[in-house]
DNA sequence: CGCACGTGGTTTTTT
DNA sequence: ACCACGTGCG
């Protein structure tokens, strides 16, 4: 055995990466290590002869993640992790049922359907249907069906007490009949079906039980239900599931991820005693101890405490702004600062809890010439170009694809209207054909399309990969679709025409890189992988994100924008239970990404939805100590409660701009207006967003930190300013 | 068919 | 403010 490979591992880490053939939970606090540990683990029983590569599953949650796993053990290890079994929950399920599509009544070449295709499958079934898009939003019900699935729930178990919920579960099976016929799956299917093929089906299930005799998973207090009976079933009685996780870090509750699932783990694994990893070796002190101060004003937590070798470091750097665009302002001033002083932008996060505040920071860096990325955007195969090309290759690989027939139909333009596709889905209707089947029987322009179809398939049968896809983009007609673009368009489209060559390229690199380098392996690619393409990674640049995707990343400095409340924590995680517990989860995840320095701002009025709206500070700020952290500017400047007179003298432009007349003031002293800081008897302290009608009907609207947004009438309830 | 205009909505996201 | 989506017209 290779004993260098225990070497600088905490004795924790150690433990963790030593234990003998027991199931466990390693509760891994953020910068401790989890993934070294893990890595490790299956370095240490490979080489420890404990057991072969060939008995290892390993689970992630994103594909980086399985990657990043593979290179790492690969530099410990000189083996072949070809054959091992280590990706996404996503990756292992589709893995699993191409092995047995029969056993899982799948056709061979099923393709996956992603998020997008799964909504507009649905709507098409909706309407086919006759139901009522208004009462039933088809993004409500694609939710509704991914969420019962990923519960491990079939239609038939859904239970229905109402008749809206019992609509839902028709459209529900129908769509999962739909899907049957098409010889589709969507994501939640993947793995629903899995579970339900290893579930039913015992000589498989033995199969793979014998096979892996330890199974690790990453980040295992995202996983949702299914994905917890999935690990169940295929651990059994004697295979040893290690997991690893951190109930802090959970921030993905509001879709499905079940922390409970830990708890759960303890219970059905008989895990005697939780490891915790609870030294952290990513940033200073002071960070670490405002990141635990806040996380202990949750409930409920395993519990666990970061702690480093290292100093305390910098203070907390603290930012009043007046507006989000001085903020905006303040920052790209620190960023030319720290630039200066050698810290490379690269090294320098700027993160936000919506998408839409990106808006206002990337002006500034635009305007100060600093380059930036923006992760989270749209990805690569999600581009409409590449969708419509893909949907070609599907067709071809799978007639029964209605989906991808409609998508491509008449794209690019081929006189089939809308009136043709109406006619072709009553035929297929009528005949319970696919939709290629009845345009086969067609005549005309649709005919012409089938005949494209199978042209392409024949032409390109025994063509490698990229060549295949070189000819269907030609023959399409799509190049010459976005060649001929003109005028308004003629930019977009040449970029559309970049990317559909950076198509050929991923393919030609896909024939390179995969095990299977067959035409369905590269679809299947396309649907799991959508967002690992994506280029320009070299430059020095900043990087933008929403705290949700800066889970796992570190930066030298961390910039924690928008700390306001109703913001961050957001004003829709206080109707949810819970959702306060989350959004610090999340704050706290916010704040364990730096390892040097961190700013935390906040601005008094920033413009949202199109209109200026005043926050408080966020109640997050608040429970950082004191002593950690140094405010930049005075300390909350314009809102002491003992003083108004500062707060008095802001130019508040647009207070009365919305048209109140003046005389909206019942109170000879207090002075209302919207940005107005007012206390409340029951509802506590608030800030005043709106203002309505006059005299004795006055009415205003506060925002209050506790009790969320009301309206008062001035004449009734007891205001005073603060 | 494609454009122009109107409407609604707007937390977070991977697979 | 902004964007995605849907409808109605030329």
């Known amino acids: 055995m290779n004993s260098s490979l225990l070497s600088g591992l905490n004795p924790e880490q150690r433990q963790a990466v030593t234990l003998p053939h027991q199931s466990a939970l390693i509760l891994a606090g953020a910068g401790s290590g989890k993934t070294r540990v893990l890595t490790t683990r299956i370095a240490y029983l490979i080489s420890s002869g404990a057991v072969s590569p060939h008995g290892i599953l390993a689970v992630t949650f994103t594909n980086k993640a399985a990657k990043e796993m593979v290179t790492r053990l690969t530099a410990m290890l000189p083996i072949n992790t070809r054959g091992m079994w280590i990706g996404t929950f996503h990756g292992l399920c589709n893995r699993m049922l191409r092995a047995h599509f029969r056993e899982a009544n799948l056709p061979q070449t099923f393709q996956i359907l992603d998020s997008g295709d799964q909504l507009s499958a649905i709507k098409r079934l909706m309407k086919a249907m006759n139901v009522d898009d208004e009462k039933f939003p088809p993004r409500e019900v694609q939710s509704f069906i991914s969420g019962s699935k990923e519960q491990g729930l079939r239609a038939s178990e859904v239970e229905a007490y109402d008749p809206y919920t019992r609509r839902k579960v028709e459209i529900f099976a129908e769509y999962d009949a739909q899907c049957q016929r098409e010889g589709v799956v969507d994501f939640s299917e993947l793995l629903l079906r899995c579970y339900e093929l290893l579930s039913r089906n015992a000589a498989l299930r033995e199969h793979y039980q014998e096979r892996f005799k330890h199974i690790l998973v990453d980040e295992f207090q995202?996983?949702?239900?299914?994905?917890?009976?999935?690990?169940?079933?295929?651990?059994?009685?004697?295979?040893?599931?290690?997991?690893?996780?951190?109930?802090?870090?959970?921030?993905?509750?509001?879709?499905?991820?079940?922390?409970?699932?830990?708890?759960?783990?303890?219970?059905?694994?008989?895990?005697?005693?939780?490891?915790?990893?609870?030294?952290?070796?990513?940033?200073?002190?002071?960070?670490?101890?405002?990141?635990?101060?806040?996380?202990?004003?949750?409930?409920?937590?395993?519990?666990?405490?970061?702690?480093?070798?290292?100093?305390?470091?910098?203070?907390?750097?603290?930012?009043?702004?007046?507006?989000?665009?001085?903020?905006?302002?303040?920052?790209?001033?620190?960023?030319?600062?720290?630039?200066?002083?050698?810290?490379?932008?690269?090294?320098?996060?700027?993160?936000?809890?919506?998408?839409?505040q990106s808006r206002v920071l990337e002006h500034a860096l635009v305007s100060a010439g600093l380059s930036y990325r923006v992760y989270g955007g749209l990805r690569f195969f999600e581009r409409q170009e590449i969708k419509h090309a893909l949907a070609y290759l599907r067709l071809m690989e799978n007639t029964d694809d209605d989906n991808a027939l409609l998508r491509i139909i008449n794209f690019p333009t081929r006189g089939i209207g809308t009136?043709?596709?109406?006619?072709?889905?009553?035929?297929?209707?009528?005949?319970?054909?696919?939709?290629?089947?009845?345009?086969?029987?067609?005549?005309?322009?649709?005919?012409?399309?089938?005949?494209?179809?199978?042209?392409?398939?024949?032409?390109?049968?025994?063509?490698?990969?990229?060549?295949?896809?070189?000819?269907?983009?030609?023959h399409s007609g799509l190049i010459a679709h976005y060649q001929n673009e003109t005028g308004a368009k003629k930019r977009e489209s040449e970029e559309r025409l970049e990317n559909l060559n950076e198509l050929v390229n991923a393919a030609t690199m896909f024939v390179h890189e995969a095990e299977d380098d067959s035409l369905t392996a590269f679809l299947t690619h396309a649907s799991l992988e959508a967002g690992e393409h994506q280029a320009g990674d070299s430059e020095d640049a900043l990087h933008l994100m929403t705290v949700h995707s800066a889970k796992g990343l570190e930066f030298h400095t961390v910039f924690i924008t928008g700390l306001e409340e109703g913001l961050f924590p957001h004003q829709n995680s206080q109707r949810e239970d819970g959702g306060l517990d989350e959004e610090r989860r999340l704050m706290y995840v916010a704040l364990t990404r730096a390892r040097r320095r961190l700013y935390l701002s906040f601005a008094q009025r920033r413009m949202l939805h199109g209109q200026v709206s005043y926050g408080m500070v966020s109640s997050f700020l608040r429970e950082l100590p004191e002593g950690l952290l140094h405010w930049i500017t005075p300390r909350f400047s314009a809102r002491k409660t003992f003083d108004t007179s500062s707060f008095e003298t802001n130019s508040y432009v647009n207070a009365f701009a919305s048209g109140a007349p003046e005389k909206t003031q019942p109170l000879p002293h207090a002075v209302w207006r919207i940005g107005q800081r007012v206390f409340h008897q029951k509802f506590g302290e608030g800030v005043i967003t709106g203002i309505e009608g006059s005299g004795a009907d006055a009415r205003v609207q506060v925002n209050f930190k506790r009790a969320g947004s009301k309206w008062l009438a001035l004449e009734y309830a007891k205001l005073t300013a603060v």
């Open 419 to 474: 009136r043709s596709i109406e006619q072709l889905q009553e035929a297929a209707k009528m005949n319970s054909t696919t939709l290629f089947d009845a345009a086969a029987r067609a005549g005309g322009k649709v005919s012409a399309f089938v005949g494209l179809i199978e042209s392409l398939r024949s032409a390109t049968r025994e063509l490698p990969l990229p060549e295949i896809m070189d000819h269907v983009l030609d």
């Open 222 to 356: 995202d996983t949702n239900k299914l994905q917890y009976q999935w690990l169940k079933l295929l651990a059994g009685n004697n295979n040893a599931l290690f997991a690893v996780g951190d109930d802090d870090q959970s921030i993905y509750a509001f879709r499905g991820a079940n922390v409970g699932n830990m708890q759960e783990l303890t219970r059905d694994f008989h895990v005697q005693n939780v490891i915790k990893l609870e030294q952290n070796y990513r940033s200073h002190g002071n960070i670490l101890d405002a990141a635990n101060a806040l996380i202990s004003n949750n409930r409920n937590r395993l519990g666990k405490n970061l702690w480093t070798s290292e100093s305390g470091g910098e203070q907390l750097r603290v930012y009043e702004a007046e507006t989000d665009v001085d903020e905006a302002k303040f920052i790209v001033e620190e960023i030319q600062q720290l630039k200066r002083d050698g810290v490379n932008l690269t090294e320098m996060a700027l993160l936000y809890r919506s998408n839409a």
